[in-house]
């Protein structure tokens, strides 16, 4: 995309703030230099203790147009809040492959859903003192059939003020085929962003950031696909952070963390975004 055209402001949202200590240093970073404005807080991750929520809030006291969202988490290898919930496997959430069968078979149980997410923002606001400026969801669940109702019903009723994401891009699968992972966020979105419209509650008006964590290109052509892609008032996701062995044993993204946080810390990322007249707001 050329510099021409008007101003763009979109949100660049750091995801799994609370998964480890060393992506909480990487988000904390890049909050302070300007480089994203958005990050979602893990509540049921192992690196959200009081010292690691203060100082995201220190970070952002810096960047005060900086936004702080509760990342809902329904999915393995991380426990429920509520003890009822179910379905769980080893005491913990469903892998992200057999919870999206089961919703797509209408299987879930979405009272059980509805309390986790409910208990998910009760804990955001204890520990932030605040209820959260958005919800989204680990692995993309928000959007999934049966989570949707319960997640969108949560987010009205105890969160009211807030913003949700929806995953979709601005143009419809038959104009860009691209991914099967983006084609199915394409799909499950736009039953999501209907039911959040009927809702009452406001969403993102685009969607950029999701590949293929295991291809090899560069980010910096990723992004610009990204930008590119992203409308005034859109989002982007992204995941930097430095691997450390807790990292490790909770997720299988790890190196291109790393990747992520050195483009987007780096000096060619601000002159992209002067580039492409993108501001982070």
């Known amino acids: 995309m050329s510099g021409e055209g008007s101003q763009r402001r979109i949100s660049l949202c750091a995801d799994d703030y609370g ?10 970073d890049l909050i302070e230099r300007g480089r994203i404005n958005a990050t979602s807080a893990m509540v ?4 959200i203790a009081r010292e690691e929520v203060d100082a995201l809030k220190t970070a ?30 080893g005491g913990l959430f469903l ?9 797509l078979l209408r299987r879930l149980e979405p009272d059980m859903i ?40 949560a987010v009205k009723s105890t ?49 950029a950031g999701a590949y293929d964590f295991t ?5 910096d052509d990723l992004m610009q696909g990204f930008l590119n892609d992203t409308p005034d008032g859109g989002l982007i996701m992204c995941h930097p952070g430095f691997v450390d062995d ?13 990747r992520e946080y050195a483009f987007l810390s780096g000096d060619g990322f601000g002159a992209m975004l002067a580039a492409n007249k993108v501001t982070l707001d």
């Open 19 to 28: 998964i480890s200590p060393g992506v909480n240093r990487a988000i904390r």
């Open 44 to 47: 049921v991750g192992p690196a």
């Open 60 to 89: 952002v006291a810096g960047n005060p147009r900086c936004a702080i969202g509760l990342h809902a988490t329904l999915t393995a290898p991380f426990h429920p809040l509520t003890m009822h919930y179910r379905p769980l496997e």
């Open 95 to 103: 892998p992200l492959a057999k919870m999206l069968r089961l919703s």
């Open 114 to 153: 509805l309390d986790e997410v409910k208990a998910q923002i009760a804990a955001f606001v204890e520990r932030f003192g605040r209820t959260p400026d958005y919800v989204d969801g680990h692995q993309h669940v928000q959007i999934f059939p049966q989570v949707r109702d319960a997640f969108l019903s």
């Open 159 to 207: 969160a009211p003020h807030a913003w949700v994401r929806q995953c979709g891009r601005r143009q419809p699968p038959a104009k860009r085929p691209g991914s099967p992972k983006a084609l199915l966020l394409d799909i499950l979105s736009a039953g999501f962003r209907r039911r959040a419209e009927r809702a009452g509650v406001r969403f993102n008006p685009g969607f």
């Open 215 to 219: 291809r090899a290109a560069g980010f």
């Open 246 to 258: 807790t990292l490790i044993a909770l997720d299988p993204l790890t190196g291109q963390r790393e």
